[in-house]
């Protein structure tokens, strides 16, 4: 099994770029999240889904979007880069959203803002 | 937004010396787990704890989940080499809006001295 897979590992924008990042699962799992974690700060939530078409804020929503179109992926965009977006990113997901149900980290993405 | 206070931040052990680290939180929690991340990685999961007062070990490590579910700690006995990275607590929450998501703490950064 693959696990949870993050593309791309890194990437530099200038401030003012979008761009996508991917997060794919094959595991089937419903709940699947995006955090970014800032040293000293640990993994901070920006976005989760509890399934495809279902999608909710964490505590550091603002500057990003996603959408679930399908159970496997989860794809996080930035609309307009700024540096404070300067972060590494992580993906996550579980079978469900409840509390017996621990989560599965990909890989990162290291994402650099100019 | 709301994390859990985790320490030491940072600690530098001989190898073979045993590990201790707690988290500590204002809320309860239903669920604890316990987390290392290898640099460049994603965080693994180590040990998942479900009731409070739960004891549960997992080769060298044990976790305990606190008898007020408001903290747990995390040991690793006889240490070595490769038990160098960050460990991360994070516990289960449902805010009043039915949110589901785990809270991570900041981070223990380990470091074994062969």
């Known amino acids: 099994n693959a696990g949870v897979t993050q593309t791309p590992k890194f990437q530099v924008l200038k401030t003012g770029q979008s761009m996508t990042l991917q997060c794919a699962q094959d595991?089937?799992?419903?709940?699947m999240s995006w955090y970014r974690q800032d040293p000293g700060m640990g993994l901070r939530l920006i976005h989760y889904?509890?399934?495809?078409?279902?999608?909710d804020q964490g505590e550091v929503p603002n500057g990003y979007n996603v959408s679930r179109s399908t159970t496997e992926d989860f794809p996080l965009r930035l609309l307009s880069a700024a540096p404070s977006q300067t972060s590494v990113y992580f993906c996550?997901?579980?079978?469900?959203?409840?509390?017996?149900?621990?989560?599965?980290f990909g890989d990162g993405t290291r994402l650099s803002i100019l | 937004g709301q994390q859990l206070n985790q320490s030491p931040q940072s600690m530098f052990i001989q190898e073979g010396e045993d590990v201790s680290m707690n988290c500590t939180s204002s809320?309860?929690?239903?669920?604890w787990l316990w987390y290392k991340q290898d640099p460049g990685e994603g965080p693994v999961l180590l040990i998942a704890?479900?009731?409070?007062?739960e004891l549960t070990s997992n080769g060298r490590l044990t976790a305990q989940f606190g008898i007020t579910r408001k903290d747990s700690f995390l040991n690793i006995s006889a240490s070595i080499p490769s038990d160098v990275g960050i460990y991360f607590c994070?516990?289960?929450?449902?805010?009043?809006?039915?949110?589901?998501?785990?809270?991570f703490g900041t981070g223990t950064r380990l470091k074994v001295l062969a």
């Open positions: 996550a997901s579980s079978y469900g959203a409840d509390e017996n149900q621990p989560q599965h």
């Open positions: 595991m089937n799992h419903e709940y």
């Open positions: 809320s309860i929690f239903n669920t």
């Open positions: 889904s509890v399934g495809a078409g279902i999608t």
């Open positions: 994070a516990g289960h929450s449902i805010s009043t809006s039915g949110t589901y998501k785990y809270i």
């Open positions: 704890l479900y009731k409070a007062g």
